[in-house]
């Protein structure tokens, strides 16, 4: 497949963002809706956020503000130490309920996948929030290079384990490595994207480097980072943080204001960015995202499911 965009690009060859912005306004506008997620560079599908603009944040707010507990539970953790780790070379095995198993090194991914440029709402379950434009692929792509076997439902995903470059393994926050998963459905939506880069740059290491999931609609400890294994399996996985604290983070964690975590609640956030005096914004079902996901869950009680 020929790509629109490389991830190994240098600066000077990328798009200027200030660029592409202008075109996604001028799309914006001739389509008639507040923002457009999506397709900026020649997509087939338009994704409308028509709640609300997508202003992006800034390159600091997003590679200085981050949650990567693997380099510790602070904020600020993540820019400073995530440096150390190895990213080159690089592969993800890919195993389970697939015709194909084994282990994709990056390059054969990025040779196969097509690169496109997406700019989504980022929710993170503490109540704040970002914009970022994303370059990535669609997870299905990356199942189907696998080969998804009929009988499986879940796909289960693992972060890097390597205790001698992340100093937050040390401390057992969590059951080391970083485990997170999405039903089968949920994984082969549209908007679920496997992330490379971002504003047209790779991905910073504390954001994930070489290839981190992006799960718009659901709470942003659902988008792991730095993965090293996918599992197709006929059961749902266990993750990171519901193995913590299954009371407060359940398997779904899809964005829902009208569900509260135990100790806060979910109904409104903070835009990270907005300055010390700006208000909080209602938090929106399926952080905006409700109509193109909503199908997914229904007849399901989205309070026992959270
Ligand atoms: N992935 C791994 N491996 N380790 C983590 O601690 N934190 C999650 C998610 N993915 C996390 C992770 C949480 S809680 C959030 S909010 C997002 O990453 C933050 O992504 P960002 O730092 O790129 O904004």
């Given at each position: 497949?020929?790509?629109?965009?490389?991830?190994?690009?240098?600066?000077?060859?990328?798009?200027?963002?200030?660029?592409?912005?202008?075109r996604?306004?001028?799309?914006?506008g001739?389509?008639?809706?507040?923002?457009?997620?999506?397709?900026?560079?020649?997509?087939?599908?338009?994704?409308?956020?028509?709640?609300?603009?997508?202003?992006?944040?800034?390159?600091?707010?997003?590679?200085?503000?981050c949650?990567?507990?693997?380099?510790?539970?602070?904020?600020?953790?993540?820019?400073?130490?995530?440096?150390?780790?190895?990213?080159k070379?690089?592969?993800?095995?890919?195993?389970?309920?697939?015709?194909?198993?084994?282990?994709?090194?990056?390059?054969?991914?990025?040779?196969?996948?097509?690169?496109?440029?997406?700019?989504?709402?980022?929710?993170?379950?503490?109540?704040?929030?970002?914009?970022?434009?994303?370059?990535?692929?669609?997870?299905?792509?990356?199942?189907?290079?696998?080969?998804?076997?009929?009988?499986?439902?879940?796909?289960?995903?693992?972060?890097?384990?390597?205790?001698?470059?992340?100093?937050?393994?040390?401390?057992?926050?969590?059951?080391?490595?970083?485990?997170?998963?999405?039903?089968?459905?949920?994984?082969?939506?549209?908007?679920?994207?496997?992330?490379?880069?971002?504003?047209?740059?790779?991905?910073?290491?504390?954001?994930?480097?070489?290839?981190?999931?992006?799960?718009?609609?659901?709470?942003?400890?659902?988008?792991?980072?730095?993965?090293?294994?996918?599992?197709?399996?006929?059961?749902e996985?266990?993750?990171?943080?519901?193995?913590?604290?299954g009371?407060?983070?359940?398997f779904?964690?899809?964005?829902?204001?009208?569900?509260?975590?135990?100790?806060?609640?979910?109904?409104?956030?903070?835009?990270?960015?907005?300055?010390?005096?700006?208000?909080?914004?209602?938090?929106l079902?399926?952080?905006?995202?409700?109509?193109?996901?909503?199908?997914?869950?229904?007849?399901?009680?989205?309070?026992?499911?959270?």
């Amino acid at each position: 497949m020929a790509h629109r965009w490389k991830n190994n690009l240098s600066d000077g060859d990328v798009t200027p963002y200030a660029a592409f912005l202008n075109r996604r306004q001028i799309m914006a506008g001739l389509g008639g809706t507040a923002g457009l997620g999506l397709a900026a560079l020649g997509g087939t599908t338009a994704w409308a956020d028509t709640a609300r603009a997508l202003e992006p944040n800034s390159w600091d707010d997003v590679t200085t503000y981050c949650n990567f507990y693997e380099f510790g539970t602070g904020k600020g953790d993540p820019a400073a130490y995530a440096g150390q780790m190895t990213t080159k070379p690089w592969s993800v095995e890919i195993d389970g309920l697939v015709d194909r198993p084994g282990s994709y090194s990056m390059a054969q991914i990025l040779e196969a996948m097509t690169l496109e440029e997406r700019i989504y709402r980022f929710r993170c379950v503490e109540a704040w929030s970002m914009v970022v434009p994303w370059q990535g692929f669609e997870l299905a792509d990356l199942l189907a290079l696998a080969g998804v076997q009929g009988g499986a439902k879940y796909v289960a995903f693992e972060t890097l384990y390597r205790p001698s470059e992340m100093p937050g393994t040390a401390y057992k926050v969590l059951d080391w490595p970083y485990r997170e998963g999405l039903r089968l459905d949920e994984a082969q939506h549209p908007l679920a994207i496997m992330a490379t880069g971002i504003f047209g740059k790779p991905l910073p290491n504390q954001n994930g480097a070489p290839l981190r999931l992006v799960v718009p609609w659901k709470y942003g400890f659902k988008s792991i980072k730095s993965i090293v294994r996918i599992t197709l399996t006929d059961q749902e996985p266990p993750t990171s943080w519901n193995m913590a604290n299954g009371r407060e983070y359940g398997f779904y964690s899809n964005v829902n204001p009208k569900v509260d975590h135990p100790r806060w609640s979910q109904a409104t956030e903070r835009r990270i960015g907005g300055g010390l005096f700006a208000g909080r914004e209602p938090t929106l079902m399926f952080n905006g995202y409700k109509d193109e996901v909503a199908s997914l869950y229904e007849g399901m009680d989205l309070a026992q499911n959270f």
